[in-house]
């Protein structure tokens, strides 16, 4: 058990430092592409799930307040040694809050607890409600 933690924890690292080395313009490039999602009949292309790692553990982090940014939500679940990444959604076009993001973890051990320990926690001014994602049922 401990040595699958380990594995996780340093899958989060790799992750975590092929991120920034690709954010800098250093390292193995991203993976090319996209995923295709379908939702209420609708069918499209969206490319930002390529960012995210592959088998990981997502929460859904609502009830967001305006001045929560990715830094500020990673910061908070980074005590968990599998964190990923973080991520609030905004709009395009104003770059606000939607007032929702995600948490990605790789391992579910950290995900039950994160989930555990910080939802109804603050996060900036509001209280964090916390569920798990179904990001994939909108797969096609």
Known sequence: MKNKYNEAQAKAQQFRTEAQQA???????????????????????????????ENDYRLFCGDLGNEVNDEMLANVFSKYPSFAKAKVVRTKRTMKTKGYGFVSFLDVNDFIAAFKDMNGKYVGNRPIKLRKSTWKDRNA
């Open 23 to 53: 954010a800098s313009g250093y390292g193995r490039a991203p993976r090319v592409g996209s995923v295709t999602r379908k939702a209420a009949g609708d069918v499209w292309e969206d490319p930002t799930l390529i960012e995210w790692p």
